[in-house]
């Protein structure tokens, strides 16, 4: 099945790339996930759009991905969660919630799926936490999951 992915997936494509796929792989993961579109006439239209997007939000080059390290690693970034009495969380510290919480800590948009927790967060304390800003460039959060 021929589709346009809408965001990047690890060993098929980046956004606004047109990919060939099985039938089952589309139908039960990439399409219900909103990760890509059939591939129409009036889909390939969109393609420019998305690579737009694409283009806004990527690191520009090598140079811009060692500003935004430098920016990333300049302060600790606190993350309050619900803890009980131990310090153990309710639930865990999810990507979601670290790019969440350096956003809120004034620092660049950092895309989620380019987050990698060496674990997971259960429990209340300071992290170190990987972003790949670049194939080159990768900055590590100090990260303070403090009871909320």
Known sequence: MKLILTHEITGLGAAGDVVEVKDGYARNFLLPRGDAIAWSAGGAKQIDGIRRARKAREVRDLDHAQEIKTALEASPVKLPAKAGDAGRLFGSVTQ??????????????????????????????????KVTLHPKVIATINLEVVKA
């Open 96 to 129: 979601k919630d670290v790019a969440f919480a350096v956003r809120q800590a004034g620092g660049p948009d950092v895309d989620r799926r380019r987050i990698a927790l060496a674990d997971h967060i259960k429990t209340v304390g300071t992290y170190k936490v």
